[in-house]
Nanobody
Framework: QVQLVESGGGLVQPGGSLRLSCVFSGREFSKYRTSWYRQAPGSRREFVASINDGGNTNYVASVKGRFTISRDGAQNTVSLEMNSLKPEDTAVYFC?????????WGPGTEVTVSS
């Protein structure tokens, strides 16, 4: 069974930075595609970024050049470095692990970008 726990959210001013982390508990971390999603108030959950064990990354257009996803196979963690944050980045951020149709989600960590 896979469990995911996110941390690192908080309140930050526009233009600031945050680093989110997600700890993966379970077996065969390397075989999972890991991603970050976010859900703003009143909106649907949306894809933010993903990374596989080969280091291949994908980003939603709105965060390209500002966010960086990474993973550490030794620590079983996935991180999201967020720079130049904007008010529209305000959302609950969720960590996701996917393999062969099995989807696992963390409880989320809240990010608020406001002055």
């Amino acid at each position: 069974q896979v469990q995911l726990v996110e941390s690192g959210g908080g309140l930050v001013q526009p233009g600031g930075s945050l680093r989110l982390s997600c700890v993966f508990s379970g077996r065969e971390f390397s075989k999972y595609r890991t991603s970050w999603y976010r859900q703003a108030p009143g909106s649907r959950r949306e894809f933010v970024a993903s990374i596989n064990d080969g280091g291949n990354t994908n980003y939603v257009a709105s965060v390209k050049g500002r966010f960086t996803i990474s993973r550490d196979g030794a620590q079983n963690t996935v991180s999201l470095e967020m720079n130049s944050l904007k008010p529209e980045d305000t959302a609950v951020y969720f960590c996701n692990a996917w393999r062969r149709g099995n989807d696992y989600w963390g409880p989320g960590t809240e990010v608020t970008v406001s002055s």
